[in-house]
């Protein structure tokens, strides 16, 4: 496939490209799983047909538990068109940005919802977070995410926000992760597990 | 006026010779690994023996004496202590003796750079990947960032623990891809989390099918998993920052398979891509000369309390000339 007939390409993700256009008179995202032409057939197909679809199944199952997600439209085997979210990508907003605090706060308690109901993101970094105007954090991009209730899973999560952000913002983030699950301390205690690993005590100390 | 370098972080003993970044030796001796793996006690007796021995070597090849020598570059880290201890030993003998000064150097810093310097990409994206190292990283001001990484054992680890659990003979990596050839796949499990990835969970997952399907059945499925997750990775690496190319270097980069996939992934982003010769994906002396030689150049003066070895040298703590 070339291009969606009446859609827009706006982003080349590593795994999919990304349309705009508008379905069901809304504003819409689409997001096609690209063919991997590195990849042996049956490696390929798992990947593209198998992550579609549990992306697909963990955004419903996000927006059940109440989290801000976008809405899927429709579903193919390679691609799920969604509502398009308006707002920024927290990576991109400025750390002075009235609605960057608010942002960070937003995605702890984003990342605690998808937890309290064994949601492992499996990418949760501030590229996956759009902040709309009223300083609230939406959940995008479900493509390495699982149903789970490891801890070390969960932890990543923590981990791959932690290493993408400020120390303030990471305080703001993790407070309201831990208010916001009961299962926060087993967590975050899995975490300082992770970083206690050899090859992380190092990097730590190199971001210090 | 030349820039020697001396390797020894594992069971090989390396020594190169530099002269303005045109390399004019690159010998070495490799410790004959049996079926028990690297003994790091023996390795480093292995090392202490033959040192003297590749010196000369090297300097014969760049047809020169140590009177030519400048100054000299030894592997600090990351790597066995015992084999470490050996390789600065003999640089610090050399400085010396000779009255030259003498630079530590991180020894992924020197297989990324080498392979830079021989591609000529200025700012590619890198995938690292040999028996304990498995890394996708760039450059980013003075130091390596490093995007992604495996959160448990190297891939060559993996491939050698594999390959001595299935009876196979050394050099295991190759060994591995030899029995692949013939192979079909079976299902194994796809870790990727963000840019890093995990491979004890596959390496027990391929074990645990032995028993029950074919060698080559396996040994296929198990490099084709393992790769796909490295270059997958890689992928996401390099579009999600930009770059405009690819290389691959370190041990595991001596896979053919390895080199078609990210060959075929770079291709299809129309980023290019570039893998060093063999002899400088498999530990080398000449990689440690060339760092040390731009380290000179850019007027670095290690301290005296630097020129000690750290098994655990993490890249982004190592300055890059």
Redesign the interface.
């Known amino acids: 496939m070339t291009g969606i007939k009446g859609a827009t390409k706006i982003a ?4 999919a490209d990304i349309y705009e256009s508008r379905m069901l008179g809304v504003p819409a995202i689409i997001k096609y799983r690209r063919r ?5 057939s ?2 390929e197909e ?2 593209r047909v198998q992550r579609n679809k549990a992306e697909a199944l963990n955004m419903n199952s996000a927006i059940i538990a109440g989290a801000r997600v976008p809405k899927i439209l429709l579903f193919t085997a390679h691609s799920i068109f969604m509502t398009k979210i308006a707002g920024i990508q927290m990576a991109r907003m400025a750390q002075d940005d009235k609605n960057y605090n608010p942002a960070a706060e937003g995605s702890g308690k984003m990342l605690a919802v998808l937890h309290a109901h064994n949601i492992a993101h ?2 949760y ?1 501030p ?1 996956n977070i759009i902040v709309d105007d009223r300083g609230r954090a939406w959940v995008i991009d479900f493509g ?1 995410s699982q149903r789970t209730n490891s801890e070390e899973d969960k932890a ?1 999560d923590l981990l ?1 926000f932690k290493r993408a952000v400020s120390r303030d913002c990471y305080k703001a983030f993790v407070n309201s992760y831990s208010e916001n699950y009961r299962a926060a301390k087993r967590i975050l205690k899995r975490l300082s597990d992770i970083e206690r690993r ?2 992380y ?3 730590t ?2 971001q210090a | 006026m030349a820039v020697i370098g001396i390797e020894s972080s594992a069971h090989t003993f390396g020594v190169g010779i530099v002269e303005k970044g045109k390399i004019l030796a690159n010998e070495k001796m490799m410790y004959p690994i049996s079926d028990k793996g690297i003994i790091p006690a023996k390795v480093s007796e292995y090392h202490a023996k033959n040192a003297s021995t590749v010196i000369r070597r090297a300097l014969s090849a760049a047809h020169m004496g140590l009177g030519n020598v400048e100054a000299v570059g030894y592997t600090k880290g990351p790597g066995l202590g015992p084999c470490l201890e050996i390789g600065m030993l003999a640089a610090k003998t050399l400085h010396e003796k000779l009255g030259i000064p003498i630079y530590p150097v991180n020894h992924a810093v020197a297989h990324i750079e080498i392979t830079k310097h021989l591609s000529g990409f200025a700012d590619p994206m890198v995938l690292y990947v040999s028996g304990g190292n498995s890394q996708i990283l760039s450059l980013a001001g003075e ?1 390596y960032h ?1 995007h992604g ?1 495996t ?1 448990d054992i190297g891939v060559g680890n993996m491939l050698d623990n594999f390959a001595r659990a299935a009876g196979m003979k050394p050099a295991w990596g190759s060994t591995v891809a030899k029995f692949a050839a013939g192979g079909r ?1 079976v ?1 194994l499990p ?1 870790t ?3 840019m ?1 990835f995990t491979f004890t969970g596959l390496l027990t997952a391929a074990i645990k099918l032995l028993p029950s399907s074919s060698v080559a059945d396996v040994s296929f499925s198990m490099q ?2 393992a790769f ?1 997750m490295l ?2 990775a890689t ?2 690496a ?3 920052n930009g770059k405009d190319s690819v290389i691959l270097c370190g041990g595991v980069a001596q896979s053919l398979r390895l080199r ?3 060959a ?2 770079s291709a ?1 982003h129309k980023k290019r891509f570039y893998v060093a010769d063999n002899q400088f994906n498999a530990d080398n002396g000449a990689m440690i000369a060339y760092v040390a030689e731009r380290m000179k150049e850019s007027g670095c003066t290690p301290l005296r309390s630097d020129l000690t070895i750290n098994q ?1 040298f ?1 890249i ?2 190592a300055g890059v000339p």
């Open positions: 080349e993700g590593s795994e991997k032409p590195y990849l042996i049956e490696i798992e990947i499996g990418d970094t590229a390495l990543f791959l050899g090859r005590q190092s990097r100390m190199a | 130091h490093v990484e959160l796949y299902k796809y990727v989390k963000g890093d084709e998993t796909s270059v997958e992928e996401r390099l579009l999600l078609e996939m990210l075929t992934m299809s655990k993490r982004e703590t």
